[in-house]
């Protein structure tokens, strides 16, 4: 695992947008595996410039994102879809056939996606500050395929900033990649930036290998590089 402290959010953000452009210029229809949550949206910011002032295209480009609440509608402000679009898919030449973001929470929606998901060449991730990636809470096994999840309180709390500031109008439940889903993309690039990561990000470097810590399980990954800033960075 490559870890890179950053000066600040901006330093991190151009510097996981360069690891993302330079995929992208190399392989015009490369797959990429997308996030939500704040962390990765300055990164896309930078792709939405790159792309007006420099023309780089993502025409032939495939997204796959993480992870969706359950019971939201997906033109309901807060749905991850809606994130997705107001945050990077509108301002770029991306073809919205070509954009995926899971959806429902049966059985057969979670095999639906999971055989969808195929060749990522790039895994976006953020981390919650109790070390989950997508929505895979502690306990989560690192071989489960896409699956429901029920979110932890602690998810719920961190995650009602964007629900008015109230826990009860925050889903319960999401739909998300599982650890053996993002396990297989090809390069996993983690970006994250502030004081509240600073635990999850040492168990995640630093750490056992376990499943309290799902991020943990990326020291078993060939190919991650971790973008992130000097607070993140303070425990390590
Ligand atoms: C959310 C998302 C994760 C995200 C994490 C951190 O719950 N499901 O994909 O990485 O929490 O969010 P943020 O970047 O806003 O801190």
Redesign the pocket.
């Known amino acids: 695992m490559k870890v890179v402290v950053c000066e600040n959010y901006d330093d991190l953000s151009n510097k996981a947008f360069e690891v993302i452009k330079e995929q992208v210029v190399e392989k015009p229809n490369s797959v990429l595996g997308l996030?939500?949550?704040?962390?990765?949206v300055g990164m896309y910011q930078d792709m939405i410039k790159d792309h007006k002032e420099n023309g780089t295209s993502y025409k032939d480009v495939s997204t796959y994102n993480?992870?969706e609440y359950v019971g939201i509608d997906r033109k309901d402000p807060q749905s991850y879809y809606t994130f997705m679009n107001e945050n990077l898919f509108s301002g770029i030449d991306i073809d919205p056939n070509n954009t995926h973001v899971p959806y429902g929470n049966t059985k057969e929606d979670c095999e639906k996606y999971e055989d969808a998901v195929n060749g990522v060449d790039i895994q976006v991730?953020?981390?919650?500050q109790n070390g989950?990636?997508?929505?895979n809470e502690p306990g989560t096994p690192f071989d489960e395929p896409t699956h429901i999840v029920d979110l932890t309180e602690n998810?719920r709390e961190?995650?009602a900033r964007f629900f008015d500031n109230d826990i009860n109008k925050v889903p319960t439940q999401?739909i998300?990649q599982g650890i053996g889903t993002i396990m297989k993309a090809k390069k996993i690039l983690l970006v994250?930036n502030g004081a509240n990561?600073a635990d999850a990000l040492k168990a995640m470097i630093e750490g056992d290998v376990n499943i309290e810590c799902p991020a943990s399980v990326l020291q078993k990954h060939p190919d991650v590089i971790v973008f992130i800033d000097k607070e993140a960075a303070s425990k390590l």
């Open positions: 996030a939500t949550g704040s962390s990765p993480l992870d991730l953020g981390i919650g989950h990636i997508g929505f998810t961190a995650n999401a998300t994250a990561k």
